[in-house]
């Protein structure tokens, strides 16, 4: 499910997640410097071992895809 999306610049883009126990948010730049929110404290809740009642193996990463 895409909760968000970047516009498509034919530049380089950072990509920033922040994680705490029960929210998660997504940030881009396109300098390093000046992050603009994607997605700002979503629920994380359900990936946490204490909800689950036992570890998932639930893990957060970035995904990009591009034509090169």
């Not at 730049?29 to 639930?58: M, N, Q, V, Y």
């Amino acid at each position: 499910t895409e909760l968000a999306s970047a516009p498509d610049p034919e530049i380089k883009i950072y990509l920033l997640i922040s994680v705490t126990a029960s929210k998660v948010s997504f940030q881009y730049s396109f300098d390093g410097k000046k992050w603009e929110i994607l997605l700002k404290d979503a629920d994380a809740t359900s990936l946490s071992t204490l909800k689950a009642g036992r570890f998932i193996g639930a893990m957060i990463g970035m995904y990009a895809e591009g034509a090169d």
